[in-house]
């Protein structure tokens, strides 16, 4: 298997053609970290069955994934669009995707749950999924964060 790879520049473009990576990852183990239809996040441990590129409504050759979720008997689709952010890893790793962060206070029996202050598509929940696990990624389709150490005047006005 390959190195991990990232797209140049804006990394949510059309231009990329990541179904060669997919295709090398046919018949083996796989866990892939993307986002409900909602825009939370969740990984699924599987295995590839097939990658092919087809017309999808709109979208012109949008990249299908077969895959079969450990334990199950049942295939199912991934139709990745342009838009998607994604992140692939070979064989089944443990990726945090939790919404919420439970804690537990130094006195007392009860637990406080707090939850991530992430919005929906959030790509801060794939960079928290990335950083959750040792192994290096085999596909890294995310926007990277551009964090301001100070808030510029204009937001102000």
């Known amino acids: 298997m390959e190195n991990v790879t990232t797209a140049p520049g804006p990394l949510k473009t059309p231009e990329i053609d990541w179904a060669p990576k997919l295709k090398s990852l ?7 970290v ?4 909602m825009g939370f996040p969740h990984s699924i441990k599987c295995e590839i069955k097939d990658v092919y590129e087809k017309d ?3 979208y012109k ?20 669009k342009g838009y998607s952010s994604f992140v692939v890893y070979v064989n089944h790793v443990e990726a945090d995707t939790e919404m919420f962060v439970k804690t537990l206070p130094s006195s007392g029996e009860g637990g ?4 991530e202050s992430f919005t929906c598509f959030s790509d801060e929940y794939m ?15 995310v926007d990277p964060v551009e964090v301001d150490s ?3 005047e204009e937001d102000f006005k």
């Not at 050759?61 to 990745?80: A, H, M, Q, S």
């Open 56 to 58: 999808y409504a709109q």
């Open 61 to 80: 050759n949008c990249l299908t994934v077969v895959y079969r979720p450990k334990g199950e008997r049942t295939d199912y689709v991934w139709r990745i």
């Open 150 to 152: 100070e808030p510029a």
């Open 26 to 32: 046919i018949g083996h183990k796989a866990t892939i």
């Open 112 to 115: 406080l749950v707090m939850s």
């Open 127 to 141: 960079f928290k999924a990335i950083a959750s696990v040792k192994q290096d990624p085999f596909i890294v389709n």
């Open 34 to 37: 993307k986002f409900s239809e």
